[in-house]
């Protein structure tokens, strides 16, 4: 309170407003849609973030915190682990993903010549021996879909632009 006593700052002169009425609060199905757009797991702050966000007509703390809890202990919401959530639907979505790439392996789609593998990786000699052999993989694999990990940073873009920017005159 010393700070406050400091700033002259008085709280009790805030104006308040008791009986102001709040706009509903999204429902489940709302806050599912919204929290995964940029990450695929959240916690708990993130759920108040979201509802507070999307209560355009304001809402009360109280409200938010349980209407996070009540939607954490929903069945929209699958428990990852200690602190941290997903939705049904991102684990539904995953599932697709996983089934489409093991479903699409070996199928000799897409698959490029050795030769011009060759041509592309020489006309980029700055490529690292492990972004080589990526591109390698990837030209080669016949797999309808190749997976690529790194760090950021590490140089992926890069090489991928190996794999499928044609060469000029090619």
């Not at 429902?27 to 759920?47: M, P, W």
């Not at 490529?127 to 950021?152: F, K, N, W, Y």
């Not at 090489?159 to 005159?169: F, R, T």
């Amino acid at each position: 309170m010393e700070e406050v006593d400091d700033l002259c700052f008085d709280p009790a002169s805030i104006p308040r407003t008791p009986d102001r009425q709040f706009a509903a609060l999204p429902t489940d199905e709302e806050i599912a849609s919204r929290i995964t757009l940029d990450d695929a797991t959240f916690d708990r702050a993130k759920v108040a973030w979201v509802l507070a966000a999307n209560a355009v007509d304001g809402a009360d703390l109280g409200a938010v915190e349980q209407r996070a809890d009540a939607f954490l202990a929903g069945p929209l919401v699958v428990d990852l682990h200690e602190g941290r959530w997903t939705t049904t639907e991102m684990l539904a979505l995953e599932e697709r993903v996983l089934v489409t790439c093991l479903d699409g392996r070996q199928a000799g789609a897409g698959r490029a010549e050795e030769g011009a593998v060759a041509r592309a990786l020489a006309a980029r000699p700055s490529l690292s021996d492990e972004q080589v052999a990526m591109v390698r993989r990837i030209c080669t694999s016949g797999d309808r879909i190749d997976t690529v990990v790194g760090t950021p940073g590490s140089g992926k873009t890069v090489a991928l632009w190996a794999s499928c920017i044609p060469l000029p005159g090619a």
